[in-house]
């Protein structure tokens, strides 16, 4: 029989999670951690039986059992064991896992000893944790069921696409479920940006005063020409631009007509996962790993002197809920710091548009308005604190009343052609006193219909299209929350993953950009598993896991109309490989054995191989590829094209390590003409490769004759 001491043993997943709660409970309580997962599948192996109804095997990880002993000794002493770990599906299989490999009763199952409850809470503070501990409930087999369905699915597509890739391409590859969608969108973007071809078009700028000369200019661009209002493409070149300022000259500028209003600008709602992700990119600079690692400490509590302290909710939630006490709390402070006006009446009410978004969860939030990024700021490091004023300030602007602005649009008659002037004021912040935004004020000066405009000057203006932008990791998370891809957790694991593996990589403007591998896996998965890469059919998966999570379909049901088709393509592809050769074939013959040489791929690009392997393992690199274009830094070798290890092309001397110069930008193989350093070529022309030289053209001089 089992020795009770009176102890209540609670189980989190986070040392620092299981401090924060311990300085909230009473004595008789004891929180542990279970250092996240503490079963999964093996590694070694495909870990289900495909012939079971995909009944996955669990092991305990190495680096979990020493952890797993301790706490099924502690299990022995204690009367009560409450899981407490996270209200997501991870969270809930977590505690379910738990169950099975500590031998626990499933919670609130009738007279078993210990006793075993599962509670669960949005933030981690000392009301939320006595109100949760008030209020146990059954685990939730439905979250879990959802989560294991996705693990199987994902363990299925990995360890049975992978081996097709090491085939095709090399041992080492391997192929998501999610993450091989958002290569494919990398992929295709930076493919359109490849073929696009820019257009040109004009605009023309007056700037004009009113005969009072104040002294106050302002600008006016043309929108209409005989009433009729102008499309982009309208001014075509530089020579339709000129004939439309010759029509111009010696007419008459008047005040058409002009039109005040006031517009009203909204505050954005609090944060989700995927909108926080998006702005700790744009405003800090954040990574999404970045951002959720911070969010997790916020979340799970920061020693504020008087003890640690969770800062903020939940932060893995596609919600845009908010409680009646936050709500409460946010008006009290508003009012307390800020004054009535910068206070709401009655709460503004935000609606989830996100598809499967699981309402019972809140937004993110503080768990306590008053308690200002200012008060906390000594107990913060700098990137910590960046991210709780951000999240402070969005949920606090949240509760305010809009900006104000007032708004004026002057059309200005100039012969048969209308310029359109406009100017902004801000009339009153609102929402933008906590949560400022970048704005522009501009004034106009007061412009009745009829009054009489001086021209100070008139420009026309070259402009070219842009082809679309790269993906950065804030709108590619935008685009998979849009297309219903992935949930709130596994956004920051996604991009991580996919630039851990090399197919893709951040560029210094922080875009990111297929390697040579990202591109040649993503081909081969569209022409070969074109429906795993396909955005609808991965689309539908996370809304038959969301059925799951409900309990409306099992999750074998979604496992067996998945992988039957899936198995038998798979089949059908590996037969095709082993009947057909995807080598290379050179010219060139093998040096110790006499059989021609062939061009395969490896971790690092391509490479000259044996075709008599595995007898002949003879191997050597490819020479790389010359430009043709004599270094101009040694005037010795040649610049050829080389490639990183993560499949990055750049361009260096065929000398190095004797001549060290690289370049990422292509050399054009001239000087420039203002400090005589190579030039290289960028979007729409050239410049200089020197940092300190400025030197740019948008067209290519003419090579000199040799």
């Not at 302002?218 to 493409?233: N, S, Y």
């Not at 609102?430 to 970048?438: A, E, M, Q, V």
């Not at 922080?510 to 022409?527: A, Q, S």
Request: include cysteine; proline fraction near 7%.
């Amino acid at each position: 029989m089992k020795n009770s001491n009176g102890v209540k043993l609670i189980i989190v997943e986070s040392p620092t999670k299981a401090r924060t709660i311990s300085s909230f409970v009473p004595g008789d309580f004891k929180v542990l951690s279970s250092y996240g997962h503490i079963r999964d599948l093996p590694k070694s192996s495909l870990g289900i039986d495909e012939n079971k109804d995909f009944k996955p095997k669990y092991v305990i990880p190495t680096r979990a059992r020493k952890n797993v002993n301790t706490l099924k000794k502690e299990v022995q002493k204690a009367d009560k064991i409450i899981l407490a770990t996270d209200e997501d599906r991870e969270g809930e299989a977590i505690a379910w896992h738990l169950t099975e490999a500590l031998d626990l009763e499933k919670p609130n199952s009738k007279n078993q000893i210990p006793k075993t409850e599962r509670i669960v809470f949005h933030e981690i503070t000392k009301r939320a944790i006595e109100e949760a501990l008030k209020n146990p409930r059954e685990m939730d087999m439905k979250l879990v069921d959802a989560q294991q369905a996705r693990r199987i699915l994902d363990r299925l597509v990995g360890y049975k696409l992978s081996p097709f890739l090491w085939k095709k391409i090399y041992r080492g590859l391997s192929a998501g479920r999610v993450q091989s969608v958002a290569v494919r969108l990398i992929v295709e973007r930076e493919r359109e940006i490849q073929s696009f071809q820019p257009q040109e078009y004009w605009t023309i700028l007056a700037k004009l005063e009113t005969e009072k000369k104040t002294g106050k200019e302002f600008e006016a661009v043309l929108i209409k020409k005989d009433g009729e209002t102008l499309d982009k493409f309208a001014i075509k070149n530089k020579q339709a631009a000129e004939e439309i300022l010759a029509r111009l000259a010696g007419k008459d500028w008047l005040v058409e007509n002009s039109e005040k209003k006031e517009m009203v600008k909204n505050p954005p709602a609090p944060f989700t996962t995927s909108t926080l992700q998006q702005e700790a990119f744009r405003r800090l600079g954040f990574t999404a790993k970045q951002t959720m690692l911070l969010a997790q400490q916020l979340y799970e509590g920061i020693e504020l002197g008087e003890g640690p302290v969770g800062l903020i909710t939940y932060m893995r939630t596609d919600s845009l809920n908010l409680s009646q006490d936050a709500l409460a709390a946010a008006r009290e402070f508003l009012i307390k710091e800020q004054g009535e006006k910068y206070a709401l009446k009655t709460p503004r009410i935000f609606k989830t548009k996100t598809k499967g978004a699981q309402e019972a969860h809140e937004a993110i939030r503080p768990t306590d308005p008053a308690r200002t990024p200012e008060s906390i700021k000594n107990f913060l490091n700098r990137r910590q604190l960046k991210l709780y004023e951000l999240i402070w300030r969005r949920f606090s602007a949240s509760q305010m009343p809009p900006s104000l602005f007032d708004t004026t649009t002057a059309d200005i008659k100039a012969g048969n052609y209308t310029f359109r002037a406009t100017g902004q004021a801000m009339k009153f912040d609102g929402f933008l006193k906590i949560y400022p935004s970048k704005f522009l004020e501009v004034q106009l000066p007061k412009l009745e219909p009829g009054t009489k405009l001086n021209l100070r000057e008139i420009t026309p203006l070259e402009h070219f299209t842009e082809p679309p932008p790269r993906w950065t990791e804030a709108s590619l998370v935008k685009i998979l929350e849009k297309y219903g891809i992935g949930r709130p957790s596994t956004y920051a694991p996604i991009i991580a993953t996919i630039q851990e593996r090399g197919y893709v990589q951040r560029n210094d403007k922080k875009r990111l950009v297929p390697t040579e591998i990202g591109f040649i896996v993503n081909d081969m998965l569209v022409e070969h598993f074109p429906e795993i890469v396909d955005i609808q059919f991965t689309a539908k998966m996370e809304e038959e896991l969301d059925e799951v999570a409900s309990g409306e379909i099992s999750w074998q049901k979604i496992i067996r109309e998945f992988y039957g088709p899936f198995s038998r393509h798979l089949a059908e592809k590996y037969e095709s490989v082993e009947k057909r050769d995807f080598q290379e074939a050179t010219d060139e013959l093998c040096e110790k054995c006499g059989k021609p040489m062939v061009i395969k791929r490896g971790r690092f690009g391509r490479f000259l191989a044996c075709s008599g392997f595995p007898e002949c393992k003879n191997t050597k690199p490819l020479p790389p590829v010359s430009l043709n274009l004599t270094c101009l830094k040694c005037h010795e070798g040649e610049i050829v094209e080389r490639s990183t290890r993560r499949g990055k092309i750049f361009y260096g001397c065929s000398r190095w390590p004797k001549c060290d110069f690289a370049s990422w930008p292509k050399p054009n193989g001239q000087t420039c003409p203002q400090c005589s350093s190579p030039l290289v070529e960028v979007k729409n022309g050239i410049k200089c490769s020197s940092k300190s030289c400025d030197f740019q053209a948008k067209e290519l001089p003419p090579k000199p004759a040799p």
